[in-house]
């Protein structure tokens, strides 16, 4: 089992930052992808960013430009970095991990983009 906490939501206003980190525990060993999905009120979960662990990296279009994934190996953290956030960047922030065929998922994290 593969535990997943995240942090580092909140409320911010349009065209500011935030930065959301996920600390991964547990069978840590044979993660591959780890990334971050999102839910909006009354929509899917959707993909928004993933990094593989050898770095290789893959974007929503809704936020390529804007947003940048990162990943710690050593730490076992994968990070978002978020700029000029726009009001249909809030959602419910979910963390995610795949190791060999199974998914883990955090508990989420709420961003809000208002003024």
């Known amino acids: 089992q593969v535990q997943l906490v995240e942090s580092g939501g909140g409320l911010v206003q349009p065209g500011g930052s935030l930065r959301l980190s996920c600390a991964a525990s547990g069978s840590i060993f044979s993660i591959d992808r780890m990334g971050w999905y999102r839910q909006a009120p009354g929509k899917g979960r959707e993909l928004v960013a993933t990094?593989?662990?050898?770095?290789?990296?893959n974007y929503a279009d809704s936020v390529k430009g804007r947003f940048t994934v990162s990943r710690d190996n050593a730490k076992n953290t994968v990070h978002l970095q978020m700029n000029s956030l726009k009001p249909e960047d809030t959602a419910v922030y979910y963390c995610?991990?795949?190791?060999?065929?199974?998914?883990?998922w955090g508990q989420g994290t709420q961003v809000t983009v208002s003024s």
């Open positions: 995610h991990a795949l190791r060999r065929f199974d998914n883990y």
């Open positions: 990094i593989s662990s050898a770095g290789s990296t």
